[in-house]
């Protein structure tokens, strides 16, 4: 097979026959396979061997009697079972259009990647398919607090949110893969650096049935989140606790040797600025400083950042004393805590950004045999 095509499904069988039909339209003349992976709990399965039957590339089903891992662990079932080196991974409602995926063999062509990813937020793609305007907040918002979690191996990368990819599969070593939701392309990129690319595409609408995002999906997010990048962002908390208590011990101490309490938290910001730039030189991106430039040029953004980041937070904390009366220390301490995960995204994602991308070699990888709870049909 020229290409393996995983499709992870669940309660997707009005969706089946369409998709076949216009992944055989847009491959005619590629050898390709579909592999669908299933974790349904209607008649999809038998709406899948159905079509199977009729259709005239190959068409496999792994029905899974447990979702181990949710839509994460069954693509890594489904790239396991494959039998190309090529893999291309899409949801089954057709919100990633078949049409697409000869632009993504067009540039895995020309040798040079390991994954190319279809990206909803590169130039010339669209994310009109996000059910309304909040759902395509959050998908942004995520995608940045991605990105700073991991600066390095995303950097290139516009949407490693996507569902929607082409790796190749001896470059990526799934023994070392923890699948914990809908996010696996999130966890193949952060768990190796591998050369990748991006093609633009239209996010469509579902062609039958209903979302399965939900609060829960979210939560799971959130965790894989952190425990693939619990490293960094805690020393990031580490260095902004131990300012933040500087920052408040220097105002109470001006504010008791008779100072206004604005001037106060005016010099405490100032000091501390400084010293938490000097700790996230040393502790924090230690390793990102030789591809980020010159230290003046990041202090200068650091410090530029802070300092706007004190001129709206400061007038925040007037308010705050003026309008609820509460202590002005324990005011400053709230708009400290909100200031964080601003702060930890500019400076990932600008101040340490590289000026120049290193690819990691990638090593081939043997592919691993299918988990056992799982029965192909």
Same mark, same amino acid.
């Given at each position: 097979?020229?290409?393996?095509?995983?499709?992870?499904?669940?309660?997707?069988?009005?969706?089946?026959?369409?998709?076949?039909?216009?992944?055989?339209?847009?491959?005619?003349?590629?050898?390709?396979?579909?592999?669908?992976?299933?974790?349904?709990?209607?008649?999809?399965?038998?709406?899948?061997?159905?079509?199977?039957?009729?259709?005239?590339?190959?068409?496999?089903?792994?029905?899974?009697?447990?979702?181990?891992?949710?839509?994460?662990?069954?693509?890594?079932?489904?790239?396991?079972?494959?039998?190309?080196?090529?893999?291309?991974?899409?949801?089954?409602?057709?919100?990633?259009?078949?049409?697409?995926?000869?632009?993504? $063999? &067009? %540039?895995?062509?020309?040798?040079?990647?390991? @994954?190319?990813?279809?990206?909803?937020?590169?130039?010339? =793609?669209? *994310? +009109?398919?996000?059910?309304?305007?909040?759902?395509?907040?959050?998908?942004?918002?995520?995608?940045?607090?991605?990105?700073?979690?991991?600066?390095?191996?995303?950097?290139?990368?516009?949407?490693?949110?996507?569902?929607?990819?082409?790796?190749?599969?001896?470059?990526?070593?799934?023994?070392?893969?923890?699948?914990?939701?809908?996010?696996?392309?999130?966890?193949? $990129? &952060? %768990?190796?650096?591998?050369?990748?690319?991006? @093609?633009?595409?239209?996010?469509?609408?579902?062609?039958? =049935?209903? *979302? +399965?995002?939900?609060?829960?999906?979210?939560?799971?997010?959130?965790?894989?989140?952190?425990?693939?990048?619990?490293?960094?962002?805690?020393?990031?908390?580490?260095?902004?606790?131990?300012?933040?208590?500087?920052?408040?011990?220097?105002?109470?101490?001006?504010?008791?040797?008779?100072?206004?309490?604005?001037?106060?938290?005016?010099?405490?910001?100032?000091?501390?600025?400084?010293?938490?730039?000097?700790?996230?030189?040393?502790?924090?991106?230690?390793?990102?400083?030789?591809?980020? =430039?010159?230290?003046?040029?990041?202090?200068?953004?650091?410090?530029?950042?802070?300092?706007?980041?004190?001129?709206?937070?400061?007038?925040?904390?007037?308010?705050?004393?003026?309008?609820?009366?509460?202590?002005?220390?324990?005011?400053?301490?709230?708009?400290?805590?909100?200031?964080?995960?601003?702060?930890?995204?500019?400076?990932?994602?600008?101040?340490?950004?590289?000026?120049?991308?290193?690819?990691?070699?990638?090593?081939?990888?043997?592919?691993?045999?299918?988990?056992?709870?799982?029965?192909?049909?």
């Amino acid at each position: 097979m020229d290409l393996s095509l995983i499709v992870p499904t669940f309660n997707e069988g009005p969706n089946v026959r369409e998709l076949l039909r216009r992944l055989a339209q847009t491959l005619a003349g590629t050898a390709y396979e579909v592999v669908f992976v299933d974790d349904s709990t209607d008649d999809t399965p038998d709406i899948i061997r159905a079509a199977a039957a009729e259709s005239d590339a190959p068409v496999r089903l792994i029905h899974r009697a447990e979702a181990v891992g949710g839509l994460g662990g069954a693509v890594v079932a489904g790239i396991q079972a494959a039998t190309a080196d090529w893999c291309l991974v899409m949801d089954g409602d057709l919100q990633h259009p078949p049409e697409v995926i000869p632009q993504l $063999l &067009a %540039r895995a062509a020309r040798g040079d990647v390991d @994954v190319v990813v279809a990206s909803r937020y590169v130039s010339g =793609g669209t *994310s +009109k398919g996000l059910a309304g305007s909040v759902r395509t907040a959050v998908s942004r918002l995520s995608t940045l607090l991605t990105k700073a979690m991991f600066p390095r191996k995303l950097h290139g990368c516009s949407d490693p949110m996507t569902g929607f990819f082409l790796l190749h599969r001896p470059a990526v070593e799934l023994d070392t893969l923890r699948p914990r939701g809908f996010k696996i392309l999130l966890e193949v $990129l &952060a %768990r190796r650096q591998l050369r990748l690319a991006e @093609v633009p595409f239209d996010f469509a609408e579902r062609h039958a =049935g209903a *979302s +399965k995002a939900s609060f829960t999906q979210g939560v799971r997010f959130l965790a894989q989140l952190t425990m693939l990048r619990f490293g960094r962002m805690s020393a990031f908390a580490v260095v902004g606790g131990v300012g933040a208590v500087a920052n408040l011990a220097i105002m109470w101490a001006l504010i008791a040797l008779g100072m206004e309490y604005v001037w106060a938290a005016i010099i405490a910001s100032e000091v501390t600025i400084i010293g938490n730039f000097l700790l996230l030189e040393y502790l924090v991106f230690a390793d990102m400083r030789a591809d980020s =430039g010159l230290m003046r040029h990041r202090f200068l953004k650091s410090f530029t950042f802070n300092n706007l980041e004190a001129v709206i937070r400061i007038p925040v904390l007037w308010v705050i004393v003026e309008a609820t009366h509460i202590p002005s220390v324990v005011a400053a301490a709230l708009t400290l805590v909100a200031a964080f995960v601003v702060r930890f995204v500019f400076h990932a994602l600008i101040v340490y950004a590289p000026q120049r991308q290193r690819a990691g070699a990638a090593a081939p990888a043997a592919a691993a045999p299918v988990a056992a709870d799982e029965r192909a049909a």
